[in-house]
């Protein structure tokens, strides 16, 4: 295995967990102590603690007020080297998160910077992106590289298509790609629909991918290693994400419960999470993404 | 890594997964001698496949000319230089392929199209080579200074595909049945490393579904026993779609163990990048040998030299003769008193093609009767 020489002492969590090779080292929980009343500056290896909010979570504004109730954890990325294909080189260096709970639903507010927006895929066009990994189960991490088998982690991961998609209605093709293109005759010209929709195969066949027409940002999946990747059937999750001022400011939602996938995110509970970020304009897509070490997550309980 | 056995190499080479040959093995033979072109396999494949929302720019086949033709732009000059130059022996592959020359953190030596280089798919079109100049008339041969031809192109359908071995989802997989290989259209999620990883470029994304597609082999239709759509399009009859066994295996009453493994007319494109390509060229004639062995490897002197005397060898003119006369696929095939047959696998015969079509000479002028009255006639060739 390649030298993992971004492994950081300071924000390493947990120990043991170990996959083809890689030990996930450290020790303990090194929390750094922060200044009360300083929310601006994103403290690196701080916890990541939800806050307790009443009512509804700003889930699909990033901007809202509410969101100052959290204090910001810096989290450091670095590119994916651990398994094939390699991310050669980074884009971004860190992540700034924050998170809000209700008791019934978890928020992140992941911020980074990013002055291109790709939120469409074509040839060789590739969209930005970020997803958020939690262990399904408590205890022991599982490997950090997508759980491993029998150690499954699950995964909320938000793209910027998939934003495009809600925010355009489902225009995010040919005709947004290239917008000059001038069409021959196409399937749904001359064709009744259910034939003519047979040439989008993808979406025929009921990919989750290939629909653009969708109602969240977010998919929920869960996986037990790279490369293994499942979409779940039942998409609960939710978010919003805009670019502004070249810094992408996403939120990423989901029910405590997690009915059907893992234990529910309790209310005083520690969980470690994850992040990885795409950013299109380097070619990042699948395994070619940074990477953050597992951090920690307190849901704090409401009074 | 497991160690495979490719026999166009002549040795066991590093592949991510283990051997595991199909039962049956697609394959299809084109006679590079006989193109012109006419791009009427490319229209067969479009209209049939691809002529939806999203796939504009696909070309599942296409034709270009060579040496400076490509689809998309610079697809195998631009392979070749990143692998640079290796060498053959006594024809074993002594160089590296794409699997083995891998850079850390990459399964396969790839090269990515940029978009633009999909963009002209008939750059170069009967260009050749050599400034005109020079000459326009060349007696010698092969013709050292200006040459060209068109090389037919679908998906290969490889033993060991450079797509599947990229696919960090394993969402391409090689039919045990028929060794088609295809791209799950449920699990791609549109990473584009079979399109890195490729070196014959041909998967392609679908910018309407995000997910990649490929050349499917017309499976729908070998299934049913039917060659493919650009094999019976094909007007120049160059084309034949057909099985291939391991060479260990091969039996020459069937046409394609024929052609490849026993009289080694038909040779693969790109063996030493090390995929067992299982698309088979028969060389053209006219062109520089050494160009040819690049691309076709160390057999390419003795193909043309057998292509060359098929005139006086019946039943290799037979086999000939049989591509494009019949839809369906031949299982065997014999020449006896003149006549090339195809025979099915229950060993029923599908077509009949005479080696020499019979000639018919009518006098100039011929006697007949008008009105009851002896005429001399005379007959118009029409």
Redo the contacts between chains.
């Keep these: 295995m390649?030298d993992t020489s971004y492994t950081r002492k300071d924000a390493v969590l947990y120990g043991g967990a170990a996959v083809g090779g890689f030990v996930v080292a450290g020790a303990a929980v090194a929390a750094v102590a922060k200044k009360a009343g300083d929310k601006s500056t994103p403290v690196e290896g701080a916890p990541i603690v939800a806050r307790y909010v009443d009512g509804d979570l700003p889930v699909t504004d990033p901007q809202s007020a509410t969101w100052d109730e959290a204090d910001a954890t810096l989290v450091p990325l670095a590119p994916q080297?651990l398994v094939?294909?390699?991310l050669?080189t980074a884009g971004v260096g860190s992540l700034d998160a924050k998170a809000l709970t209700n008791g019934a639903e978890l928020a992140l507010l992941l911020e980074w910077e990013d002055d291109s927006v790709d939120d469409l895929?074509?040839?060789?066009?590739?969209h930005d992106a970020v997803a958020v990994q939690l262990p399904t189960r408590a205890g022991t991490p599982p490997a950090l590289t997508m759980g491993g088998p029998g150690t499954p982690v699950h995964v909320l991961q938000w793209r910027a298509?998939w934003q495009r998609d809600i925010d355009s209605g489902g225009n995010t093709?040919?005709d947004q790609?290239y917008p000059e293109?001038v069409?021959?005759?196409?399937?749904?010209d001359v064709l009744p629909p259910e034939t003519a929709e047979l040439?989008?195969?993808?979406?025929e066949?009921?990919?989750p991918?290939?629909q653009?027409i969708r109602s969240t940002p977010v998919e929920e999946i869960v996986a037990e290693g790279?490369?293994s990747?499942t979409h779940l059937p039942d998409q609960t999750a939710r978010g919003h994400g805009s670019n502004d001022g070249g810094r992408w400011h996403v939120v990423v939602a989901v029910p405590t419960a997690r009915t059907g996938v893992g234990e529910a995110l309790a209310p005083g509970s520690t969980w470690p999470v994850a992040f990885a970020v795409w950013l299109g304009s380097d070619e990042n897509?699948?395994?070619r993404k940074h990477i953050s070490q597992w951090q920690s997550l307190v849901l704090e309980a409401g009074s | 890594m497991p160690q495979v056995p490719n026999w166009q190499l002549g040795r066991d080479m590093e592949y991510p997964y283990a051997a595991d040959r199909p039962s049956k093995q697609f394959t299809m033979i084109m006679d590079t001698n006989k193109c012109i072109a006419c791009q009427s396999c490319t229209i067969a494949c479009k209209s049939t496949w691809t002529w939806g929302k999203g796939q504009e720019y696909m070309l599942w086949n296409n034709i270009e000319t060579k040496p400076f033709g490509f689809y998309p732009m610079g697809w195998d000059v631009n392979i070749l230089e990143r692998l640079g130059q290796q060498t053959w022996a006594d024809g074993v592959y002594e160089g590296q392929t794409i699997f083995e020359a891998a850079p850390e953190g990459e399964r396969v030596l790839g090269w990515t199209p940029a978009e633009e280089d999909w963009s002209h798919p008939n750059i170069g079109e009967d260009e050749p080579t050599g400034n005109a100049e020079e000459t326009t008339y060349i007696p010698e041969k092969p013709h050292a200074l200006m040459w060209m031809y068109y090389l037919q192109r679908i998906c290969n359908h490889c033993t060991y595909p450079a797509c599947v071995a990229a696919c960090p989802r394993e969402a391409i997989y090689k039919r045990p049945e028929d060794g088609i290989v295809l791209v799950d259209q449920t699990r791609c999620r549109g990473y584009q490393e079979c399109l890195s990883a490729c070196p014959y470029k041909k998967t392609m994304f679908n910018l309407e579904t995000r997910v990649s597609e490929k050349c499917i082999g017309c499976y729908p239709k070998i299934e049913e026993g039917l060659q493919t759509q650009c094999t019976t399009a094909c007007i120049g009859r160059l084309r034949l779609t057909n099985f291939l066994s391991a060479p260990d295996e091969a039996d020459p009453r069937k046409p394609a163990d024929y052609l490849v493994h026993i009289r080694k007319l038909a040779l693969p494109l790109y063996p030493q990048l090390g995929l067992e390509p299982n698309v088979y060229y028969i060389p053209p004639v006219h062109v520089p040998q050494k160009y040819l062995t690049q691309m076709f490897g160390p057999g390419v002197e003795r193909a043309i030299r057998t292509y060359e005397n098929a005139k006086d060898d019946p039943e290799l003119l037979g086999l000939l003769m049989l591509f494009g006369a019949t839809e369906r696929i031949m299982d065997t095939w014999e020449v006896k008193d003149g006549v090339a047959s195809a025979y099915d696998e229950k060993g029923e015969e599908i077509v009949a093609v005479p080696l020499r079509e019979p000639t018919f000479v009518r006098p100039f002028e011929f006697a007949t009767e008008v009105a009851g009255e002896p005429m001399t006639g005379y007959r118009h060739n029409t």
Excluded: C, K
């Design positions: 390649p080297q094939q294909p390699y050669e895929d074509g040839i060789r066009r590739y298509t093709g040919v790609i293109v069409h021959d005759v196409m399937p749904d040439y989008w195969v993808g979406r066949a009921g990919n991918l290939s653009n790279f490369g990747t897509r699948g395994a």
